[in-house]
């Protein structure tokens, strides 16, 4: 790995404009976290996982929400490892999309 970007993560907090936040202070959302698939399932997803985590209690946040799709079942698997709960479904979030669902995964910080 050493100085190659191997993965990433984007966070939202206080970001305006950003409805998954509801208007709230104390919430973080994991707006999206991938890994290069050559470096999958090395624990690197975890780590920054936790690190989101980590950033979001800094600034005194008590919880995370992630939002996945019901196509994506390894993403949805990965969450729940990482202490996840479902928290809401919405069959209508993707107009477009009409076959995918709009999961939304939370964590108690």
């Known amino acids: 790995m050493g100085d190659q970007r191997v ?3 984007v966070l939202a907090h206080k970001t305006a ?8 202070d104390n ?3 994991l707006w999206d976290l991938r890994i290069h698939p050559d470096y999958r399932r090395q624990g690197i997803g975890q780590k920054l996982f ?7 209690r800094h600034r005194n946040c008590t919880e ?9 079942v390894p993403a ?5 490892t990482q202490g ?13 999309l009409p076959d995918e669902v709009e999961l939304i995964w939370c964590v108690t910080l």
Not at 17 to 24: A, D, P, T
Not at 50 to 56: L, M, P, T, V
Not at 64 to 72: A, D, P, R, S, Y
Not at 84 to 96: E, G, H, Q, T, W
């Open 50 to 56: 936790a690190a989101a985590a980590q950033w979001a």
């Open 76 to 80: 949805c698997r990965f969450y729940q």
């Open 64 to 72: 995370l929400k992630i939002e996945t799709q019901n196509i994506n």
């Open 17 to 24: 404009g950003v409805n998954k936040l509801e208007g709230r």
């Open 27 to 29: 919430l973080t959302a």
């Open 84 to 96: 996840a709960y479902l928290c809401s479904i919405d069959r209508a979030s993707y107009n477009d």
């Open 7 to 9: 993965g990433g993560c």
